[in-house]
C-alpha cells in the first residue's frame, strides 16, 4: 500500500486543520472557575468532577463535513485549552506572546486576556496544583534545576494511560452501570470516588448525545451514521 497516498476526505481534513487560525481558549477555565466558585463547601474531588461534568455538557461543539470520528476539546479545530486549576501564572505572563513565539503559537483575544486576569486568575492564585507543588517541593525542584533540565517546572502537567479496550467495550452508559453497582456495596472511604466517577460518565454520555443532537439539527448526511454511533 502507497502510504503516500491520500483520499480526498482525509486530504481536506488536513487542509482545514493546517489552515484554520489557531486561538487560545479560556471557554473551559470560565466553566471550571464558575462551577469552582459555585461549590466551594465541597471537597476537591467533587469540585473537579462537577467541573469536568460541566464542561462537557457546556462547551461550544461542531463537527466538520469529513469526519468520521467526532469530538473536540473546543469549537476551534486546533485551539489551545487554559486549564487554571492545573497551573496559570504562566501562561498570565505569557498571553500577550503566544501569537510571536518562535514555536506553537497562539492567537489571542483582548477580550480574553481582560476576563482571565480580572475574573479567573485571581480566583486560581494561590490554589492550583502550580502552587501546591511550589510550597510543598518548591525550594528542592529549584535546586535541583540547577544542575539538571526539569521541564515545566513552572506549571503542572500529567499524564494518562486509560483503558480504551474497556471504554470501547463498555462506553460510558456502561462504566456508569458498573460505577453505581459498586457505590451500593462499597466502603464508606470509596463512595466518593464512585460518586465522582458518576458525574464524570453522566457528562460523558451528555456530550455525546450533544455532537448526535448536533449531527441531527444541521441535517449532515454523510455524518448520519456517527450520529447513530454517538447514541450507543
Same mark, same amino acid.
Given at each position: ?8 476526505? &482525509? ?10 487560525? !489557531? ?11 464558575? =462551577? ?8 476537591l ?10 464542561? *462537557?455538557?457546556?462547551?461550544? &461543539?461542531? @463537527? ?5 470520528? @467526532?469530538?473536540? !476539546?473546543?469549537?476551534? =479545530?486546533?485551539y489551545?485549552? @487554559? +486549564? #487554571? ?5 504562566? %501562561?498570565?505572563?505569557? +498571553?500577550?506572546?503566544? #501569537?510571536? !513565539? #518562535?514555536?506553537?503559537? +497562539?492567537? @489571542? ?7 482571565f !486576569?480580572? $475574573?479567573?486568575? /485571581? ?7 502550580e502552587?501546591? %507543588? $511550589? ?14 533540565? &526539569? ?14 479496550a ?5 462506553? /460510558?452508559?456502561? *462504566? ?10 462499597c ?6 470516588f464512585?460518586e ?29 451514521? =456517527?450520529? $447513530? &454511533?454517538?447514541?450507543?
Open positions: 500500500m502507497n502510504c503516500l497516498y491520500q483520499t480526498k476526505r &482525509i486530504f481536506d481534513l488536513k487542509e482545514k486543520m493546517l489552515s484554520s487560525k !489557531r486561538y487560545a481558549s479560556i471557554e473551559q477555565a470560565r466553566i471550571i472557575t464558575r =462551577v469552582y466558585q459555585e461549590n466551594e463547601k465541597l471537597s474531588p467533587k469540585k473537579r468532577a462537577l467541573s469536568l461534568k460541566a464542561a *462537557l455538557e457546556e462547551l461550544e &461543539i461542531s @463537527v466538520e463535513d469529513e469526519e468520521l470520528i @467526532v469530538g473536540n !476539546r473546543t469549537k476551534g =479545530v486546533r489551545g485549552v @487554559v +486549564f #487554571p486549576e492545573s497551573g496559570c501564572s504562566w %501562561i498570565n505572563q505569557e +498571553f500577550e506572546t503566544l #501569537p510571536t !513565539r #518562535p514555536q506553537d503559537q +497562539f492567537l @489571542v483575544k483582548e477580550e480574553d486576556i481582560k476576563e !486576569r480580572e $475574573k479567573i486568575y /485571581p480566583y486560581w492564585k494561590g490554589k492550583s496544583l502552587d501546591a %507543588i $511550589k510550597g510543598t517541593y518548591g525550594i528542592e525542584i529549584n535546586e535541583i534545576s540547577k544542575v539538571v533540565k &526539569i521541564n515545566q517546572k513552572d506549571h503542572a502537567q500529567g499524564h494518562i494511560c486509560p483503558d480504551s474497556l471504554w470501547l467495550k463498555l462506553g /460510558p452508559q456502561g *462504566l456508569m452501570e458498573k460505577a453505581k453497582k459498586k457505590l451500593k456495596n466502603k464508606d472511604e470509596q463512595k466518593e464512585y465522582c466517577t458518576i458525574l464524570v460518565l453522566e457528562g460523558a454520555v451528555h456530550f455525546m448525545q450533544r455532537y448526535h443532537d448536533l449531527i441531527e439539527s444541521e441535517k449532515i448526511e454523510s455524518l448520519k451514521e =456517527v450520529g $447513530k &454511533i454517538c447514541m450507543k
